[in-house]
């Protein structure tokens, strides 16, 4: 009897209870979260996350807690929180995007008509430059080379454009400078693109702010978005006075 009961005793323990089993299927092996690394920005992009700036729609960008806005228009968007960019992409990508900026404003030195533009044009170029100097130091130190070069319509020439994976379509990053300079009405061109513009600048900011660990990165990113979508605000008012609809 007593050996008996020993192998009963000997078979419960080898099998796991019901509960147990339930317990196993409940909770499957998690997947990492580093593998959505790299889908990420690529599914922003393809469902139009980010505006264009030939397009005149303005998206919402994504923010974080970290640096709220003002502006409705650079608001919380879904699952923002899984709209990432990297440091590396983040100062490459941003660089020409200020460039194309300081290519704008350029031209609103000459050609718009009313003095707010002109003085709007001379703040832009001020603070974009400093930032391009800022981005390129950055870079240089933590990379060891000089920011790669991206072609105007947002993708990236020289060895390094396989690192930015699906960036290269990006809509945001481009202009349409031939409407700019042939617009009838050259401020009211300026102010519908340089908004777009600016919100994409916001919303990349926002981005790298999900994940940097450089404190010189995050206050760079927090300085673009406070600073452009005052400008933001500032354009919307200025369309509304003018031209009596939104912006």
């Given at each position: 009897?007593?050996?008996?009961?020993?192998?009963?005793?000997?078979?419960?323990?080898?099998?796991?209870?019901?509960?147990?089993?339930?317990?196993?299927?409940?909770?499957?092996v998690a997947v990492p979260p580093k593998i959505w690394g790299g889908l990420a920005i690529a599914a922003i992009f393809l469902s139009g996350g980010l505006a264009s700036c030939a397009d005149r729609?303005?998206?919402?960008?994504?923010?974080?807690?970290?640096?709220?806005?003002?502006?409705?228009?650079?608001?919380?968007?879904?699952?923002?929180?899984?709209?990432?960019?990297?440091?590396?992409?983040?100062?490459?990508?941003?660089?020409?995007?200020?460039?194309?900026?300081?290519?704008?404003?350029?031209?609103?030195?000459t050609r718009a008509k009313r003095p707010e533009i002109e003085q709007l044009a001379r703040s832009i170029i001020k603070d974009q430059?400093?930032?391009?100097?800022?981005?390129?130091?950055?870079?240089?130190?933590?990379?060891?080379?000089?920011?790669?070069?991206?072609?105007?319509?947002?993708?990236?020439?020289?060895?390094?454009?396989?690192?930015?994976?699906?960036?290269?379509?990006?809509?945001?990053?481009?202009?349409?400078?031939?409407?700019?300079?042939?617009?009838?009405?050259?401020?009211?061109?300026?102010?519908?693109?340089?908004?777009?513009?600016?919100?994409?600048?916001?919303?990349?900011?926002?981005?790298?702010?999900?994940?940097?660990?450089?404190?010189?990165?995050?206050?760079?990113?927090?300085?673009?978005?406070?600073?452009?979508?005052?400008?933001?605000?500032?354009?919307?008012?200025?369309?509304?006075?003018?031209?009596?609809?939104?912006?």
């Amino acid at each position: 009897m007593t050996e008996r009961n020993n192998q009963a005793k000997s078979s419960i323990v080898g099998k796991a209870s019901p509960v147990e089993n339930r317990r196993t299927m409940a909770n499957p092996v998690a997947v990492p979260p580093k593998i959505w690394g790299g889908l990420a920005i690529a599914a922003i992009f393809l469902s139009g996350g980010l505006a264009s700036c030939a397009d005149r729609t303005a998206q919402s960008p994504s923010t974080t807690d970290t640096t709220p806005t003002t502006d409705p228009s650079v608001s919380s968007s879904p699952n923002s929180s899984s709209q990432t960019i990297s440091d590396r992409d983040f100062l490459t990508m941003m660089t020409a995007h200020h460039k194309q900026a300081l290519e704008m404003a350029d031209l609103a030195l000459t050609r718009a008509k009313r003095p707010e533009i002109e003085q709007l044009a001379r703040s832009i170029i001020k603070d974009q430059k400093s930032e391009i100097q800022t981005m390129a130091a950055l870079y240089k130190t933590a990379y060891g080379t000089e920011i790669p070069a991206m072609a105007m319509g947002g993708g990236m020439m020289g060895k390094d454009a396989n690192s930015m994976n699906g960036m290269n379509g990006m809509s945001g990053m481009k202009m349409d400078m031939n409407a700019l300079k042939n617009a009838a009405d050259f401020d009211k061109e300026f102010l519908q693109q340089m908004s777009v513009h600016h919100r994409t600048a916001a919303q990349m900011s926002q981005m790298v702010l999900q994940t940097t660990k450089s404190p010189e990165i995050r206050t760079l990113a927090q300085s673009i978005v406070k600073a452009q979508t005052a400008e933001i605000g500032q354009m919307q008012k200025w369309y509304q006075t003018w031209y009596k609809a939104a912006l």
